[in-house]
């Protein structure tokens, strides 16, 4: 199995992806689009089913470990495909003849430079990032681009609402986290992603975060038909919770949009517990509970999952942040 480092900066990440192509033809990569400095942001298929999913890692920055997740994962399956092994009960030739996988695995590549390698990866926007930091070099635990935007608050699903929690957090412009930009889909990252959504029949999706081991899935307190049934057997492989998003938390996510807006079952996976950026030695641990999940949750995704817009079956229960 191909090593993977726990927190793969974008060099790593490119060369983990020129291995597994070279050895794995079925695997097609492309190129979702590009980041605030330029960053490729790599999109790989795999799989002829058609029932399609998406994975994403990293929406932010203190998160790398997500697209090292990702990468495993991909490894594993490709290699148990090739060599006839079934991985947590799932025959991979046979998931990869009725599904087709999407996967990015690392959404800012600008963020998690900016945690793993520091500020000199910040190229002309380095000053900037320096004022946005209040003046500190220390960038370990960004969440946001490289213009200060959280993008996981920058899709358009309670927009509006949510400048007014911005503000009453302090958040009045670009930042480490929390802040969500000018308007939906300002950022060249969100954008990308929004157009494949919207360009690909999605069955489900999985948005991979650290930490909290918890799975959010709802938005505006409202899920799609048979999601709350889907969320409790991701919770049962895991062992993790089941939770409803407040306060920040609770506006402009991929979760948020893709249920409420699109009608695409999705669901938020903060994988690990720690605090972020998770250690090293917290990869294994992590990646094992969500591992079950990874491999299984294409089977829970078929055009019967999504509805076009949610039903009342959620609750109102709001949890503190
Ligand atoms: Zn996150």
Not at 109 to 124: Q, T, Y
Request: one cysteine or more; glycine letters at 12%.
């Amino acid at each position: 199995m191909l090593p993977i480092p726990p927190r793969p900066d974008a060099a790593e990440r490119a060369a983990i992806l020129d291995e597994l192509t070279e050895e794995y033809p079925c695997l097609s990569r492309s190129t979702l689009g590009r980041s605030v400095l330029g960053r490729e942001i790599p999109l790989l298929r795999l799989g002829e089913g058609g029932t399609h999913l998406l994975y994403v890692g990293a929406h932010h920055g203190a998160e790398g470990m997500t697209a090292a997740f990702l990468l495993r994962f991909l490894s594993e399956l490709l290699s148990a495909r090739r060599s006839g092994r079934s991985v947590e009960g799932v025959d991979p030739a046979f998931l990869l003849s009725v599904r087709t996988l999407w996967i990015v695995p690392a959404l800012n590549p600008d963020g998690v430079e900016l945690v793993e390698r520091g500020i000199l990866s910040a190229g002309f926007l380095s000053e900037r990032i320096l004022r946005m930091n209040g003046g500190s070099d220390d960038l370990s635990t960004w969440q946001a681009n490289a213009r200060g935007v959280d993008l996981n608050h920058n899709y358009d699903a309670g927009f509006r609402a949510y400048k007014g929690v911005e503000a009453s957090l302090g958040v009045l412009g670009g930042g480490p986290t929390r802040y969500s930009g000018d308007y939906p889909e300002s950022e060249p990252e969100t954008a990308a992603l929004a157009r494949f959504v919207r360009s690909v029949p999605l069955s489900l999706i999985l948005s991979l975060h650290t930490q909290g081991r918890e799975i959010y899935f709802t938005s505006e307190g409202r899920a799609l038909k048979g999601q709350f049934a889907v969320a409790a057997r991701f919770a049962a492989m895991t062992g993790y919770r089941v939770s409803q998003p407040s306060g920040a938390a609770a506006y402009g996510g991929l979760t948020d949009w893709a249920v409420g807006r699109l009608g695409i079952p999705c669901f938020t996976v903060e994988c690990g517990e720690g605090k972020n950026p998770l250690p090293p030695e917290r990869f294994a641990p992590a990646y094992g509970e969500i591992r079950p999940l990874l491999f299984r949750a294409p089977l829970y995704a078929s055009p019967q999952t999504g509805e076009k817009r949610p039903t009342g079956e959620g609750t109102d229960e709001h949890r503190g942040l």
